[in-house]
């Protein structure tokens, strides 16, 4: 069963369009997360969402705009997409048991803006 | 502002041959450190979280350790499947539950 899934895997458009990704996990976790990792593999959050509540929301344009329409669900939309939006996009989701946090990664969406 | 700096950049071992990774973090009171394996085309796979300076944790040839300033990933008699990119972050008091990533090391294993 995949714990944290994505859609789609690749995603390859003209700079101007509206896209999204949609995320889903089945861990019944509380936090969610959006990741993008540029071309030299470095990872940044971007979003992270608590019971569907927005708690972080980092300096990114707010072409980005997160969704979370419950618990087990965070989608991205980004409108006039850009050229340095090209990266990978990851979603995850961490819970905290037993004193130990674990944070559970999504296959990735790799954007490609043209 | 919180800090993660991982090192050496890449490394490449023999066989059997083990050595370790390093973690240098500047953090305002940690809450957490994580270390995750990113395998090519793939989401980072959680290994280990780390709480207090001492602290020790072991799974099959990685054992990863925590001091105040510093946490190393130890690899022991690796394999060629070990080869991957091993990144290290921190979750600081300070930075409002945000998770901070450096940018990995590439470690390749010759058979």
């Not at chain 1, 618990?71 to 006039?80: F, G, R, T």
């Not at chain 2, 070990?82 to 921190?90: E, F, R």
């Amino acid at each position: 069963d995949t714990a944290v899934s994505q859609t789609p895997k690749y995603l390859v458009t003209q700079m101007g369009n509206d896209k999204s990704i949609k995320c889903e996990q089945n861990l019944g976790h509380d936090t969610m997360y959006w990741y993008k990792q540029d071309s030299k593999k470095f990872l940044k959050i971007m979003f992270s969402y608590n019971n569907k509540e927005l708690i972080i929301n980092e300096t990114v344009p707010n072409r980005f705009s997160p969704k979370s329409p419950d618990k087990a669900h965070l989608n991205l939309h980004i409108n006039s997409l850009e050229l340095g939006d090209s990266a990978v996009y990851f979603c995850a989701s961490s819970s905290i048991a037993g004193g130990q946090e674990t944070q559970y990664f999504g296959p990735g969406t790799r954007l490609l803006v043209l | 502002e919180d800090q993660v700096t991982q090192s050496p950049e890449a490394l490449r071992l023999q066989e059997g041959e083990s050595s370790s990774l390093n973690c240098s973090y500047t953090v305002s009171g940690l809450r957490g450190l994580f270390w995750y394996r990113q395998d090519p085309g793939k989401g980072p796979e959680f290994l280990f979280t780390l709480y207090s300076a001492g602290e020790e944790k072991e799974k099959e040839r990685l054992k990863a350790t925590l001091t105040k300033k510093e946490s190393f990933l130890h690899i022991t008699a690796p394999k060629p499947e070990d080869s991957a990119t091993y990144l290290c972050a921190v979750r600081g008091y300070s930075s409002a539950s945000k998770i901070i990533f450096g940018s990995g090391t590439r470690l390749s294993i010759r058979p």
